[in-house]
């Protein structure tokens, strides 16, 4: 989800921090909310954030890296740019 939304923020040169960039928050935080049963609410987001920095750590996408070498199965494609992204117009958008 992220990666579908996010990028495509991404391409077209939208930065985190503006307005635009809150549809693309609002359509991902609403996808979580619907799969995991529960309000788009401060909660959830600041939960989705903890979530994808955890995912957004580099030793992570090393890990996947390697693991595809040692396996012999193509490159994985890097989603640390649209994680990114994310995270700064999620975090722009939770008070505190």
Do not use: C, K
């Not at 609403?30 to 939960?47: I, M, N, W």
């Amino acid at each position: 989800m992220v990666r579908d939304h996010a990028g495509q923020a991404l391409v077209a040169g939208i930065d985190p921090a503006w307005p635009q960039s809150d549809q693309v928050v609002a359509a991902v935080t609403a996808q979580y909310a619907h799969v995991f049963g529960r309000p788009d609410d401060l909660d959830l987001r600041r939960q989705l954030l903890t979530r994808l920095e955890t995912a957004n750590d580099p030793r992570r996408e090393r890990y996947l890296q390697l693991l595809a070498v040692i396996n012999d199965w193509p490159a994985p494609e890097s989603l640390a740019p649209a994680l990114d992204w994310f995270i700064q117009a999620l975090r722009a958008r939770i008070p505190g």
